[in-house]
Nanobody
């Protein structure tokens, strides 16, 4: 199991940008498919994006497609989420997660490693 620590959240105005980072411990990071999920107050945790082991295959929810970009640097044990054109509805706690599944998944239950979350707040 990976230890994951997110950072980069904050308060921004609508239309602004943020880059979230997630640093993983251990030497097995490159074997994990990584993902970002988010949860707003009173709502269920939802899928945002995933990236495969090599960083060559990505997947996004329809709500963020075209605005967010997930990437990874295996040499730095880090996964990123570049968020552009932010909207108030993007406001949530954002979580980094990892899974050893070979096939990409958008289901939170398939991810066994989770970070503590970082808050993103987008004002109108």
């Amino acid at each position: 199991q990976l230890q994951l620590v997110e950072s980069g959240g904050g308060l921004v105005q609508a239309g602004g940008s943020l880059r979230l980072s997630c640093v993983a411990s251990g030497r097995t990071f490159s074997y994990y498919t990584m993902g970002w999920f988010r949860q707003a107050p009173g709502k269920e945790r939802e899928f945002v994006a995933t990236i495969d082991r090599s960083g060559s295959i990505t997947s996004y929810s329809n709500s963020v497609k075209g605005r967010f970009t997930i990437s990874r640097d295996n040499a730095k044990n880090t996964v990123y989420l570049q968020m552009n054109s932010l909207k108030p509805e993007d406001t949530a706690n954002y979580y980094c997660a990892g899974t050893l599944r070979v096939r990409n998944s958008s289901a939170p239950g398939d991810f066994g490693s989770w970070g503590q979350g970082t808050q993103v707040t987008v004002s109108s």
